[in-house]
Nanobody
Framework: QLHLVESGGGLVQSGGSLRLSCTTS????????IGWFRQAPGKAREGVLC????????NNADAEKGRFAIWRDNAKNTIYLQMNSLEPEDTAVYYC???????????????????WGQGTQVTVSS
């Protein structure tokens, strides 16, 4: 079982940036698909970006609008989500999750992911 830990959330002004991290001490993350999701109050959890073990990426263009980037540092066993030009609409709890299916293309549906972190709060003020 993988215990994922997110960090890097916080309060930022509109137009600012944050970098979120996702890691685990439970084992290597490099073979697996990693997804970043978010959930705003009263809304369903939505996928933002995902990355395969080989670095292939899928984005939710409606959510991140070309402002976010995802990458993995296998030496640090960490996956990052860089968020730029943040807007108040980006306010949410952000989660990372693991899909252990080894598929060549990742998926932004929550049902595809087996393990989830506890989330980190991102708040963007106007």
């Amino acid at each position: 079982q993988l215990h994922l830990v997110e960090s890097g959330g916080g309060l930022v002004q509109s137009g600012g940036s944050l970098r979120l991290s996702c890691t685990t001490s439970s084992g290597p993350l490099n073979p697996y698909i990693i997804g970043w999701f978010r959930q705003a109050p009263g809304k369903a959890r939505e996928g933002v970006l995902c990355i395969t073990g080989r670095g292939g990426r899928i984005n939710n263009a409606d959510a991140e609008k070309g402002r976010f980037a995802i990458w993995r540092d296998n030496a640090k066993n960490t996956i990052y989500l860089q968020m730029n030009s943040l807007e108040p609409e980006d306010t949410a709890v952000y989660y990372c999750a693991v899909d252990m299916s080894f598929q060549t293309q990742c998926d932004l549906s929550t049902a595809a992911y087996e393990y989830w972190g506890q989330g980190t709060q991102v708040t963007v003020s106007s």
